[in-house]
């Protein structure tokens, strides 16, 4: 038995469904999760290390301001080299790319008709668009970068963005375990419990921007972020009782 398909006319096509995708090439998610989660996880740490030893309330808050001070500035200059470092190198990839189109156009123009036949174009398809695309100079080496190198070059993250997600997201994680220090308190067990929310807070909110589940990536930092503030803390506790 023959099944008759009947043809939809293109009026009857039901519209595109366009959605919107969230920004992940901006160059502020990364450092400012890392951030975040570094200046919890190394000040808590750092301040259960002091306090382990011993140390007075307000050499544990001398400790933690240091710490924080010195972590934002650290991990803001580390970002701004590592992002501009990037970008640099991928804008001297698309000027040999801009290079190689003026002196072997027809060569860039089959390397890019290539690429589109290991997509699963056809051959006639595939040299009919890179031939297209190639009679536009000002557009070609913008096809090129994204195609051969992977990269936007009208998106590249900004080394400043970076180093001020990541300064400010350090300072704001940093400050945590140490407010019960600066509002009064005495010993660590409040830094500890805040800390702690804290963690889990910050993981389940980076499961926003992937497919885990807020449980597991609450859990996942908190437990992580647990394992360093505790091992620093019993090597303060060592070291603390062997120093007079």
Do not use: C
Request: proline share 5%.
């Amino acid at each position: 038995m023959t099944v008759k398909t009947e043809r939809v006319p293109p009026e009857r096509v039901p519209p595109e469904h366009h959605h919107d995708h969230r920004d992940v090439t901006g160059g502020w998610l990364r450092p400012a999760v890392f951030g975040m989660t570094d200046g919890l996880v190394s000040n808590a740490a750092l301040i259960a290390g002091v306090a382990g030893g011993g140390a007075s309330p307000h050499t544990v808050i001398l400790t933690g301001l240091a710490g924080l001070a010195a972590g934002a500035f650290s991990m803001a200059t580390g970002e701004y080299t590592s992002v501009a470092s990037q970008a640099e190198l991928a804008r001297a990839e698309i000027e040999i790319e801009k290079a190689e189109i003026k002196r072997v156009p027809q060569a860039e123009e089959a390397e890019l008709a290539a690429i589109y036949r290991s997509r699963g174009v056809d051959d006639a398809t595939a040299r009919e668009v890179a031939r297209q695309l190639s009679a536009d100079p000002d557009q070609v080496w913008r096809v090129h970068a994204r195609e051969e190198l992977g990269i936007d070059p009208d998106d590249l993250p900004s080394p400043w963005v970076a180093a001020g997600s990541s300064f400010v997201a350090f300072s704001l994680g940093a400050a945590v375990p140490l407010l019960p220090y600066l509002l009064g308190a005495t010993t660590l067990l409040l830094s500890v419990v805040l800390a702690g929310i804290s963690l889990f807070v910050a993981g389940a909110l980076v499961s926003r921007f992937t497919d885990r589940s807020a449980l597991y990536s609450g859990t996942r930092q908190l437990v992580l972020g647990a394992l360093a503030a505790g091992l620093t803390h019993l090597i303060g506790q060592a070291v603390g009782s062997g120093v007079t």
